[in-house]
């Protein structure tokens, strides 16, 4: 049974929030995002799309939108150190759909952010408030006061049934409401960069319409394309040791040691930024602490993860899918806080390992590199599907269908 009348508040209209209020707005609930930024945040550059979280966004009714603007490559080319060809091609195209019934795309940030922003406009159940300087939250018998303070010195006073932190990898939903810890400095940094498509593609060094994955000693590389704005999005990530982990910054070009440039793909990608680059910290966040009382945490905020598994945003778009119908099918928010996390908590801990274990294997030294690629090459390029069909091929929520939807069209 949905209960009608229910007031979620969200902070962060990131993709694990905007997901949440499209998710709960169906349902019929109302939903205030709260989000610090005066305009949608497009940082970033590119992002993959897996079946897993795909599936949720069709669902949404988002398939179209995506379609038209997200990219399929049809495969993921392995390059091992110093390797002019690929040790293997993992199919990833056709084959994640015959699969998961799902592709597995690639999307610009900017566009994937503006397609659920535009999908929550459409609802006059929710309300996107930008702007929003601070909020304070204070729980009684009766429910929850939410006191939010703006930029322009506004101040918002409401009642709700639960609040939601979506507020990122440095969440103070986390921190300060819920007493979580601060995020951790993994010891990684994401040198990110955009080139344009031709430059890249005509030094014959990577295919212009497939995803390359380099690997090397202490390094790794992903590369894909977006048709769509012609460039390859580039994200080289190394370790680096960090003065303020906190701090993304533009630089000219990474400080890369030089036998990194005996990778012929890095030399390419190297020559062809133009663009220059920008560095970001890879922040992560483990903590059991998801929820208490009607507060909880969903996406970075919960369980922010290293990239090397690609499937953040796919963590933070599943917990928007379980906990929707959940808000507003449960009696209480603490119950249905309580459900998530036991639904959403051992497969996120899963997800981390194996991110985080992808870093060991991507970056090591010959000879052991030697056996890890006797290892993938013996997997075949479909045997990825097979051992993290789990991963792809997972629904969170099968009921979902069966809970009746309600639309407010504006
Ligand atoms: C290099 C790199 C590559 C990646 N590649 C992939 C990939 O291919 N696939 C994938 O699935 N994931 C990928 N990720 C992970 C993914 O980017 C994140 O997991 C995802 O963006 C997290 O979404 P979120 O909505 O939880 O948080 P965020 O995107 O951080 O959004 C949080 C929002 O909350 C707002 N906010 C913060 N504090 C407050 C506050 N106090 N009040 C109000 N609003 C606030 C912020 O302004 C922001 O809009 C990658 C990450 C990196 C670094």
Redesign the pocket.
């Known amino acids: 049974m949905v209960a009608k009348g229910r007031t979620i508040y969200i ?7 905007l997901t949440l209020a499209l998710a709960l707005a169906k349902f019929g609930a109302t939903v205030v995002v ?4 005066q305009t949608l ?1 497009t940082a ?1 550059a590119g ?3 897996s079946p897993n ?1 795909r599936c949720v966004l069709d669902r949404l009714g988002l398939s179209r939108q995506l379609t038209q603007s997200a990219f399929v490559p049809q495969a993921i080319d392995i390059y091992p150190f110093r390797r002019p060809r690929p040790l293997i091609s993992l199919q990833i195209g056709q084959e994640a759909q015959e699969r998961f019934g799902a592709p597995y795309a690639v999307i610009h940030r900017a566009d994937l952010a503006e397609i659920l922003f535009n999908a929550c406009r459409r609802f006059a159940n929710i309300d996107i408030q930008f702007g ?1 300087r601070q ?1 304070d939250l204070e729980t009684h018998a009766r429910g929850l006061s939410i006191t939010v303070e703006r930029t322009d010195h506004n101040t918002i006073n409401a009642r709700a049934f639960a609040f939601i932190g ?7 939903t986390r921190t300060l409401i819920l007493s979580g810890p601060e995020s951790e400095y993994s010891g990684y940094v ?1 040198w ?1 960069t955009m080139i344009p498509i031709s430059m890249l593609a005509d030094t014959g060094i990577i295919a212009r319409d497939r995803t390359s994955l380099l690997w090397g000693p202490g390094f790794h590389a992903v590369a894909y394309p977006h048709p769509r704005h012609d460039r390859f999005n580039v ?1 080289l990530f190394t370790k680096e040791k960090l003065d303020d982990p906190q701090k993304i910054s533009s630089v000219q070009t990474p400080s890369l040691p030089r036998m990194l440039l005996k990778s012929p793909q890095i030399e390419a990608i190297m020559e062809n930024a133009i663009a220059g680059w920008s560095m ?1 910290p ?1 922040n992560a966040v483990s903590t059991s602490t998801w929820h208490k009382g009607p507060v909880g945490l969903i ?3 919960a369980h ?1 993860m290293l ?1 090397f598994q ?5 963590m ?1 778009i599943e917990d928007a899918a379980t906990l929707a119908p959940l808000l507003v099918t449960e009696t209480d928010a603490q119950s249905a806080l309580a459900r998530y996390q036991s639904l959403r908590q051992k497969r996120v801990d899963r997800v981390q390992r194996i991110s985080a274990r992808n870093g060991v294997i991507y970056h090591m030294e010959w000879p052991f590199s030697l056996a890890r690629d006797m290892v993938v090459s013996a997997q075949g390029p479909t045997g990825h599907f097979d051992r993290l069909n789990w991963l792809y091929g997972y629904d969170p929520n099968p009921e979902i269908n069966t809970v009746q939807t309600i639309q407010h069209f504006t």
């Open positions: 902070a962060g209209a990131g993709i694990a929030g709260l989000e610090r930024t945040q970033g992002i993959q799309i979280a929003v909020f979506a507020d990122g990898v440095h969440s103070c994401a990110r994200a970001w890879l996406g970075d905020a922010a990239p690609a499937q953040g945003a796919a933070g």
